[in-house]
């Protein structure tokens, strides 16, 4: 099993088949910029894809926010002495490759929203496949606010979760969302007391560690590729998944635990 990565500006534990994730800079409100968040996020994406133990990723925040997205003080310094070249660099070579790693990982990813989501921070929310929040969690495509856009894709991500329509009326006016609205609108899933988040990530998450690992993994494999995928172009993936998984032996085991009426007991074999 691989060990757990060094990370720096973030804290990795693993727990029943289910990892925690938790930004831990709170003295910058866990911005994604001047932090080591980001190299800290893709580190533990990887390691997670690559670990057989582990079946669900819950990604949270420590303090008040979970994450207000980039540090507007280093934005400012680099509009002052960067080049739009360097800029664009900047982005592919930085920020990017967290939706990139967010897009292929196959291990379900649960966001437990602890507070504000801004910006960047939002659309690391929804980069996520499952998203809870606390009455805290507020949500905002703020950056049109700065004279900028997402450069991280949210314009991808926020559509997805919420329809072409609303998803323009929250980029173009970056107006705040709050916790109840982003149940409403299809951000959230569900809202919870603060204190109540955790343990509700972890019961959802522990949902999900049940289940026959490998089959949640291509599951979640389908729901992206049916994101881009013609129906028939599906279907011939749907038909290789298949035939994979019931080759497996955790097939056996849960149509065993099926008819014995009991709990499956699963490996990921």
């Not at 893709?42 to 994450?67: H, K, M, Q, R, Y």
């Not at 006016?173 to 007391?193: F, M, N, P, S, Y």
């Not at 635990?257 to 990921?268: D, T, V």
Request: glycine share 10%; net charge neutral.
């Amino acid at each position: 099993m691989p060990g757990l990565p060094a990370l720096k500006d973030a804290t990795l534990e693993l727990e029943g088949r289910v990892a925690v994730l938790t930004l831990n800079r709170d003295d910058m409100r866990n911005a994604l910029t001047g932090t080591a968040l980001v190299d800290d996020i893709c580190a533990a994406l990887a390691w997670a894809d690559a670990n057989p133990e582990v079946s669900v990723l819950i990604l949270t925040g420590a303090g008040a926010a979970f994450s207000a997205g980039g540090n507007i003080k280093t934005m400012r310094e680099r509009a002052m002495s960067a080049s739009a070249a360097e800029m664009e660099h900047y982005y592919r070579r930085g920020i990017q490759r967290i939706p990139r790693a967010m897009n292929t990982i196959e291990v379900p990813v649960v966001a437990a929203v602890n507070g504000p989501a801004i910006g960047a921070g939002c659309d690391l929310a929804l980069m996520c496949d499952i998203r809870i929040g606390s009455t805290r969690a507020q949500f905002g495509e703020t950056f049109i606010n700065l004279g900028i856009m997402a450069g991280d894709g949210g314009a991808w991500f926020l559509q997805r979760a919420v329809g072409a329509h609303r998803a323009a009326e929250l980029t173009l006016t970056g107006r705040i969302v709050k916790a109840e609205e982003a149940r409403d609108i299809g951000i959230l899933l569900e809202v919870t007391e603060p204190d109540r988040l955790l343990p509700r990530a972890r019961e959802i998450a522990a949902g999900i560690a049940a289940k026959p690992p490998l089959a949640a993994r291509y599951a979640k494999r389908t729901l992206r590729l049916a994101q881009r995928q013609g129906l028939e172009e599906h279907l011939e993936a749907c038909a290789s998944f298949q035939g994979a998984l019931q080759k497996t032996e955790d097939h056996l085991e849960a149509l065993a635990a099926f008819f014995e009426k009991r709990s499956g007991q699963y490996r990921g074999k």
